[in-house]
Structures are given as structure tokens and as C-alpha cells.
């Protein structure tokens, strides 16, 4: 009896633990939630390439920051074909709200929705996945924005961190760029892949993030909103992929935190039944 006690507590901790850690790691078949703002340019499909399941924005009713947080949305995605429309509309409206709140932001001149491959394991799909992964590892909602040729200035500013306020960056739409240029920011998340993945565990170095059929981004930013900071330049230096620094990361126990508390346990059950 006492050794089918400790064998169930011993596997109810590890559990939660497996848990926890799973949560941010996709590749262990944990898919947390996530919310889509599809704007036509490619950005479902690639995460169909990419196996992630998730929502679409316009199959919510009133969507708002409180109702995405509420229904357990952990990071928002959009992709880089223009037209947010509701999205922009939501977000203008509530832009305090989001800049207040939010977890982990990844605002980026690439296009790798419109790059997608459909093998599910070019390059630019892994930028997505990296992305995604870098964003979910917070208690916070996180967004993660792509930008195409097609978008103004002003329809990159509807985001809450661009938007004209104090401190806010200022983005520049160009005719499209090839070469990218990751290697001061080699040692972030977003660049050096999953290892625990079976295809995605390559960092995305200059000559992955480079040359993409169709151009390897479309904006740039010439002065970034405050708190951020560039984590991917174009071949001229300037910012193309942008992250928040300023934010809680989540905390999963040590595993040697997990063995201590079920040797506590084990020890504390073991003398109970001594005494008994």
C-alpha cells in the first residue's frame, strides 16, 4: 500500500512538472492556444504546414484584450498581407490596454508567410515556429506581427507599440531586401531553433534568413519603440525583427526542485507508516 502511495504521488509531480514545461514547447504535441488574425497572405497555411492548431480572430464575438486573455489565448499572430482592418481597429482602441499587458512582442519586416513551405520545414516556416515558441514562454498574451510592401506606415503604426505615442519606433516600407543579418543576435531564441525538435533544432543563421524567393522582407524600422530592441537587421544595419525586452519569463521548477520535494514526500510518507 504505502509503495502504490508514493509511486501516485511521485508521478502526480512529475506530471505537473512535464506539464509545465510542455506548455512552451511545442514540439512535445502541447499545443497551447492560439489566436489568428488571418489577413490572406499566407500565415494559416504555413502554420498548417507547421502542424499548430489555433482560432481564427473573426470566428470571435467582440473580441477584446480582456475576452482573448479570458478564453486562454496565449499569443497572438498576424500575418504580413495588410488588411487588419477589426484587428487595428481593436487594438487603436484599446492600445494602453495591450501596451500595458502584454508578454512577449515580435514585430518583424520579414515575410515568411508568403514564403511558407509547403513541406512544412523551409526556413522561413521555422522563423514562424521560433517566433511563436519565443512568444508563448511568458504568463503574458504575446503577439507576434508580420509587415508586407504593401502596408503604409500608418497601417504599421496600428499596432499599441507604434502607434505615435512617447518613446514609439517609426517603420519604413521598401521595395523588398534579400540579405538578413542575425549574427549579433545568434545567442537569442528566435535564432537558435528547438533542439528538442526533430526538424527545427538548426539556429537560423544569415544564410537561412537570406534570398527567399519572395524577397526576405519588405519593412524595416528606423527608430525602435521604446523597450525593444533588434534581434535581426537587414544587410544595411538596419532593424528588421524587433522584441520587447521588458517582460516576466515563465518559471518552471529546476529538476532537481522535483526530486527534493519527492524525496520530502517519500520520506515524510515513509515515516508515517514506520510509526503506524
Same mark, same amino acid.
Given at each position: ?27 512535445? !504535441? ?27 480572430? !473573426? ?51 520579414? &515575410? ?51 502607434? !505615435?505615442?512617447?518613446?514609439? !519606433? ?73 522584441? &520587447? ?32
Amino acid at each position: 500500500m504505502m509503495k502504490q502511495t508514493v509511486l501516485f504521488i511521485l508521478l502526480f509531480i512529475v506530471s505537473i512538472y512535464c506539464h509545465a514545461a510542455g506548455e512552451v514547447l511545442l514540439g512535445n !504535441g502541447i499545443v497551447p492556444p492560439i489566436l489568428v488574425f488571418d489577413n490572406g497572405n499566407g500565415i494559416t497555411d504555413t502554420l498548417n504546414q507547421l502542424g499548430l492548431e489555433y482560432d481564427l480572430w !473573426g470566428e470571435l464575438s467582440s473580441p477584446n484584450f480582456s475576452s482573448i486573455v479570458g478564453a486562454g489565448y496565449r499569443v497572438l499572430v498576424t500575418g504580413s498581407g495588410g488588411n487588419y482592418g477589426a484587428l487595428a481597429t481593436q487594438m487603436q482602441a484599446e492600445s494602453e490596454t495591450w501596451k500595458s499587458n502584454s508578454g512577449k512582442v515580435v514585430l518583424s519586416g520579414q &515575410n515568411p508567410d508568403a514564403n511558407y513551405d509547403e513541406n512544412g520545414i523551409g526556413y522561413p516556416n521555422i522563423l514562424v515556429y521560433n517566433s511563436i515558441i519565443w512568444a508563448l514562454t511568458d504568463h503574458q498574451q504575446g503577439t507576434l506581427s508580420f509587415i508586407s510592401f504593401s502596408d503604409s506606415v500608418d497601417k504599421w503604426n496600428w499596432t499599441p507599440w507604434m502607434n !505615435g505615442s512617447a518613446g514609439s !519606433g517609426t517603420a519604413l516600407a521598401s521595395p523588398g531586401g534579400s540579405t538578413v543579418n542575425v549574427e549579433p543576435f545568434m545567442n537569442h531564441p528566435i535564432n537558435l531553433g528547438d533542439p528538442d525538435h526533430p526538424y527545427y533544432e538548426d539556429p537560423l543563421d544569415n544564410y537561412y534568413l537570406s534570398d527567399w524567393p519572395n524577397s526576405s522582407y519588405t519593412s524595416y524600422f528606423t527608430a525602435l519603440p521604446q523597450g525593444f530592441s533588434a534581434v535581426a537587421l537587414t544587410g544595411s544595419g538596419n532593424a528588421l525583427t524587433i522584441v &520587447n525586452t521588458n517582460v516576466i519569463p515563465i518559471q518552471i521548477p529546476e529538476p532537481t526542485s522535483i526530486l527534493m520535494l519527492a524525496f520530502g514526500t517519500f520520506l515524510a510518507i515513509w515515516l508515517r507508516f514506520r510509526k503506524s
